[in-house]
């Protein structure tokens, strides 16, 4: 079936290293995407989304690529800080325009000192 | 400017009773999203649901579950005789108009013994 799938379940970084954390999705009718962060215990917090009408977003310190041809959406965060250690989630829409999202399972970003 | 608001945050039920978990979404957002997460998964949509309408509930379990947006007052997901399956983080999302991002509460919680 249709699904949203993360390449690295633990991505390892030091301070002040970009990361990239990379998503593949199946579902060619997703016109919406979005990344979020959590932290233990908390809800997953907005961090940027794109619209399959555009390939690359940027905000602050953050960056989403999307690369429809190969269903591929990436989040680059920029010099990373030990404050970006959380669970990424990167999710579609599956086209719904309601915004009913589909969830990857996770990637664990650490950032050592 | 309150976010979206969870309560309990963590709830301790027997298995044969009654769950019952409150969602406020922020203000002026008429539309509530309810999903479900195990330990280290993603989020899994339940139910999406207008003031007084449920309008797409196709993941939520056939049995047991269900969930209002009353006209006035908070969203409820109700669980009858809960079972230890049913131990799980549950988060409620709400957002303003579609095609926006989902605004995420702090969740609630919910084991079973």
């Known amino acids: 079936g249709e699904s949203v799938g993360l390449h690295l379940p633990t991505l390892s970084v030091q301070e002040g290293d970009n990361s990239i954390i990379n998503c593949a999705y199946s579902n060619s009718a997703s016109d919406y995407f979005i990344w979020y962060k959590q932290e233990s215990g908390k809800g997953p917090q907005f961090i940027i989304d794109i619209r399959s009408n555009m390939d690359k977003r940027q905000g602050q310190r953050v960056t989403v690529l999307l690369n429809k041809t190969v269903k591929h959406l990436s989040l680059q965060i920029a010099a990373t800080q030990p404050g970006d250690s959380a669970v990424y989630f990167c999710?579609?829409?599956?086209?719904?325009?309601?915004?009913?999202?589909?969830f990857g399972k996770g990637t664990m970003l650490l950032v050592s000192p | 400017n309150a976010g979206v608001m969870q309560n309990p945050r963590h709830l301790v039920r027997r298995r044969g009773q009654e769950a019952r978990l409150r969602c406020s979404p922020m203000k002026g957002h008429s539309h509530v999203y309810w999903y479900r997460q195990l330990p280290e998964e993603g989020l899994k949509f339940m139910v999406y649901?207008?003031?007084?309408?449920?309008?797409?509930e196709s993941g939520m379990p056939k049995e047991r579950f269900s969930a209002e947006f009353p006209k006035e007052g908070p969203s409820i997901l109700r669980i009858q005789q809960v079972v230890r399956g049913d131990s799980a983080a549950y988060f409620c999302?709400?957002?303003?108009?579609?095609?926006?991002?989902?605004?995420f509460g702090d969740g609630t919680r919910l084991s079973i013994l």
């Open positions: 999710a579609e829409n599956g086209g719904r325009g309601y915004s009913t999202l589909t």
């Open positions: 999302a709400s957002l303003r108009d579609r095609d926006q991002p989902q605004h």
């Open positions: 649901l207008q003031k007084e309408n449920i309008i797409d």
